[in-house]
């Protein structure tokens, strides 16, 4: 009699069965299958893939870009492009509404005039928001140039938020950075602050505002164009650096 397969057990024929019984206890034997290696993650790029052109396979076209390196830095260009309208039509908003009289009239056109001194270079914003917690991150770079030939004032921001909205949890975690020509100017957190005064006066100085504009005002002005859109941060950042 012929052999019968099942789930990798071979069942012996009657002719060996007989033997296997003449012999002792009967016997089978196992097959024991390979397996199959499991499948790589849907969504992850493989490392092959990320740094090469890979062969177009979808319908659809790429839009003409020739990698992703090149897309995201056209994303990256785009992003500080759209930051900069969005903060152009609120400082239109507000000088039309006349939201900033508060400041006075100098300082209003000090605020006017550090405006078109300002250039994003790199902005990064993300705000989560649920009924229980509240999330939000900002990276930004930008630069003052106060005249055609004078070399331009890098500023770096950074900007870190949790806050929780459930009761009996702890409130709100935070840390906020600001950088001058990578120089210190503050760093703060809901536990400790750090001020560098200096780096103030002599950004201050740098981007020659006159003394008829009062240190809290400049750190005013100052603090929007760093914090735009977040209030959370502008209220922390500006609260720190009105010294």
């Not at 090469?52 to 500080?80: I, T």
């Not at 989560?128 to 070399?151: G, P, W």
């Not at 740098?206 to 502008?234: E, H, M, N, Q």
Request: charged residues 25%; aromatic residues 6%; contains cysteine.
């Amino acid at each position: 009699l012929g052999s019968t397969l099942l789930r990798g057990v071979r069942v012996l024929g009657m002719a060996g069965r007989s033997r296997s019984m003449a012999g002792g206890s009967p016997r089978a034997s196992f097959r024991h299958r390979s397996q199959c290696p499991s499948p790589p993650p849907a969504h992850t790029l493989s490392t092959s893939v990320k740094g090469s052109q890979a062969p177009w396979l979808l319908r659809g076209s790429a839009g003409g870009w020739n990698s992703m390196q090149e897309l995201d830095g056209k994303l990256a260009e785009l992003a500080c492009a759209r930051h900069a309208m969005s903060m152009n039509v609120r400082i239109n908003d507000m000088l039309s509404r006349d939201d900033i009289s508060f400041l006075g009239t100098e300082s209003s056109h000090e605020f006017r005039r550090i405006a078109a001194m300002t250039a994003i270079k790199s902005f990064e914003h993300k705000h989560i928001e649920t009924l229980d917690i509240m999330v939000e991150s900002i990276e930004k770079a930008l630069s003052f140039q106060s005249d055609a030939d004078a070399k331009p004032i890098l500023v770096k921001f950074s900007w870190s938020i949790t806050r929780n909205k459930v009761q009996g949890m702890r409130n709100e975690e935070f840390a906020a950075a600001m950088s001058v020509e990578g120089g210190k100017v503050v760093e703060v957190n809901e536990l400790d602050v750090s001020v560098e005064e200096q780096q103030m006066q002599a950004l201050r100085l740098r981007l020659k505002v006159p003394d008829s504009v009062a240190d809290g005002k400049f750190a005013w002005i100052i603090s929007f164009f760093c914090t735009f859109p977040s209030d959370y941060a502008f209220d922390i950042l500006s609260e720190k650096l009105n010294i």
